[in-house]
Structures are given as C-alpha cells and as structure tokens.
C-alpha cells in the first residue's frame, strides 16, 4: 500500500510504483549482482531503496539523504517492508560511510543539483567509487529554461558541463543511450574513473 503522502515527497504518488521498478531493473540489467556494495545518492524515502535492499545482500546498501525529514520517512517506509533486518546503511553525512562501492547510484537527484553542489557530489563520488566500480545518474541534458519543483532548482546543463565537471575530479561520463522510459524525460549518465575506463 503506497502511503501518498509520503511518495508526493518525490514526486506524483501515481509514479510511484513505476519509479520505483525502472530503478532495479536498470541496475539489474548493468550487472548488479547481490553480493555487490551500493550507495545511493539522495536516496530519498526509499521509494527505489526498498527493492534494492531486498536484492542485495545484508548490510550491502548505503543510503545517503541529506534531508532530515525524508531521511525519517525513508525509515517508516522501510520499517513497514518488512526489510529492516536487512541492516541498510542510512545517513544525512557520508562522513559516516567507511567503504568504496561497486555501484553508485543517483536517480532524479543531479536534474536539482546546483553548480556548487553538483562539484561536491563529483567529489564524494570520485571518493567512494571503487577503481573497477561505476556510477549511474539521471539529468537533464540540453538546453532549457531552469525551473523549480517544491524547494529544489529543476537544472538543465549541456553534456559538455557534465563531462567537464566531471573531469575536474578525474571521472569520466558517457550517456547510456539504451535508458528509454515512459515516465521520464532524463538522461541517464555513466560515471566511471577515467583511469580504469
């Protein structure tokens, strides 16, 4: 039972399932495997979170959130899956985070991120990601009017800024051309060390 309130802190609650699904399903059809480490980032109420904790293996799922008040939600939500003894990682600080990642994970956070916070998003994941590890995240690449969705920027940026950004941290990104859904307009982005391409 989808609790509305708590999806409309994402996005629609009608949505919800349909955003929930594409997560996994992407990143099962990029080889997440259940022994794999994954962090995601922004990873909101657990809305694409719950099916990956029950995939992976125990304590193998880190949740970053930096807002507070989703960041609880995220904990009722995760409480009423059943999921809890799974033991995921959740936290508000990547401070607290003592490992590298197999995958990083980034839905529907880079298309709110500002130019600042993007570059601090670069560096926490050029820290955390292993050397043989890979990154996916959705933004809206092209041109467009910037806009806004409840006290978040909506940000459009040229792929050029992107793969520059990224540069700047010795990462490197690539589009993946093959991410086609219904329910979004995004970009789908691989971010990988540049060294180990």
């Not at 959130?65 to 960041?71: A, Q, W």
């Not at 916070?117 to 292993?130: A, E, Q």
């Amino acid at each position: 039972m989808i609790n509305k309130e708590r999806a409309r802190l994402v996005g629609p609650s009608e949505l919800w399932n349909i955003k929930r699904d594409v997560q996994i399903q992407f990143l099962l059809s990029r080889g997440l495997k259940r022994e794999h480490y994954l962090l995601d980032i922004g990873c909101g109420v657990l809305r694409g979170g719950v099916p990956l904790i029950k995939y992976l293996n125990k304590n193998h799922y880190y949740g970053m959130e930096k807002d507070s008040g989703r960041l609880r939600e995220s904990i009722k939500e995760l409480n009423e899956s059943g999921e809890a003894q799974k033991n995921p990682h959740l936290t508000t600080n990547y401070e607290t985070i003592d490992r590298k990642f197999d995958y990083i994970w980034s839905y529907q956070v880079f298309i709110h991120l500002t130019d600042e916070i993007l570059h601090d998003t670069l560096s926490i994941i050029d820290h955390f990601l292993k050397e043989t590890g890979v990154c996916y995240v959705t933004a809206n690449v092209g041109k467009r009017n910037q806009g806004k969705w409840k006290e978040y920027p909506l940000v459009f940026r040229p792929l050029d800024f992107y793969k520059k950004s990224a540069a700047h941290h010795n990462l490197g990104i690539d589009t993946v051309d093959d991410f086609k859904h219904s329910a979004h307009r995004n970009q789908m982005l691989k971010i990988y060390k540049s060294k180990s391409r």
